[in-house]
């Protein structure tokens, strides 16, 4: 293993660092603008649906608010790929492929969505320190004012699986153990007629 360089980190060190980041954190919304754009995350459900466009709109705000924040990084816009978003959907749609049931492919696409904005929120706070420790305040701003987007994202897409997605399947399972427990008890029924009868 490496010795670590404990030397401090120059400016111009971290100040690459932040403006790689932002590349990667750029090249998310972007992906996932493209996708929401494309038809990727298409439902019928209806509080899914009005999510979908509600997250388009927000996040071309926060593409455009990008701009400004590579024009402070003294950098242009530039898209580094995310792999942890490649690999994110990748997995998501293996998920979704594999079932035939629209509810259950609605939750794997939820959970594409998810993941994206959790990677999304720990970026932003990333880059939100690192532009602190640089002085640049007016891009902590416009970082902070996409990070809060994104937590109240995270809040809406957890209350919308909670209402329409869990509670469901919760009720499937009781249903399913219900079944299970009746089925159990005929069965201990017959047991006990077919003791008596043999006696």
Do not use: W
Request: proline share 2%; charged share 30%.
């Amino acid at each position: 293993m490496t010795a670590l360089d404990r030397r401090p980190i120059e400016r111009s060190e971290l100040l690459a660092t932040c403006r790689e980041s932002a590349y990667e954190l750029f090249d998310a919304e972007c992906r996932l603008d493209e996708m929401l754009g494309d038809g990727y995350f298409q439902t019928k459900h209806r509080g899914f649906a009005a999510l979908i466009k509600r997250f388009q709109a927000e996040g071309q705000e926060r593409i455009a608010r990008f701009e400004r924040v590579f024009t402070r990084l003294d950098t242009p816009p530039r898209r580094h790929i995310s792999r942890s978003v490649v690999a994110i959907v990748a997995a998501g749609e293996i998920r979704a492929d594999q079932t035939h049931k629209e509810r259950l492919r609605d939750l794997a696409l939820l959970e594409v969505l998810l993941r994206i904005k959790h990677y999304s929120v720990a970026g932003y706070d990333l880059l939100i320190g690192m532009a602190d420790t640089l002085k640049k305040s007016e891009t902590s701003r416009l970082l902070i004012k996409s990070y809060e987007e994104e937590v109240l994202a995270i809040d809406a897409i957890m209350s919308l699986g909670e209402v329409s997605f869990y509670g469901e399947l919760a009720v499937v399972g009781q249903l399913e153990e219900t079944r299970t427990r009746t089925i159990s008890t005929e069965n201990q029924s017959q047991e006990k007629a077919s003791e008596k009868n043999s006696e």
